[in-house]
């Protein structure tokens, strides 16, 4: 099993700026994607970013591009998310999640394991 912790989430103004964290413990394979996700009230679970075992491979939904920043720091078993230039539209509990491949997954069901969320409110 794989645990992830997520923290960085809070009330931000438009504009503003939030940094999530997602540290993963237990028993991580040797290699293995990170990406972030994020679900409004009743929408879908969406991604956002994500990032390859090696950091060589991101992606980014157009939303976000530009203004988020997605990286990881393997000796510490963690990903980041920078977010800047926040929205109201970028409110949503998001989610950090492991896929165990060396490939770059975009889509929630090739993730194995998920973090339990953290709220992000961007107050207009």
């Known amino acids: 099993q794989v645990q992830l912790v997520e923290s960085g989430g809070g009330l931000v103004q438009a504009g503003g700026s939030l940094r999530l964290s997602c540290a993963a413990s237990?028993?991580?394979?040797?290699?293995?994607?990170m990406g972030w996700f994020r679900q409004a009230p009743g929408k879908e679970r969406t991604s956002v970013a994500a990032?390859?075992?090696?950091?060589?491979?991101?992606f980014y939904v157009d939303s976000v591009k530009g203004r988020f920043t997605i990286s990881r720091d393997n000796a510490k078993n963690t990903v980041y998310l920078q977010m800047n230039s926040l929205k109201p539209e970028d409110t949503a509990v998001y989610y950090c999640a492991v896929a165990s491949t060396t490939q770059l997954p975009i889509s929630a069901g090739a993730y194995d394991y998920w973090g339990q969320g953290t709220q992000v409110t961007v107050a207009s």
């Open positions: 990032i390859n075992w090696r950091g060589g491979r991101i």
């Open positions: 237990g028993r991580t394979s040797s290699s293995y994607a």
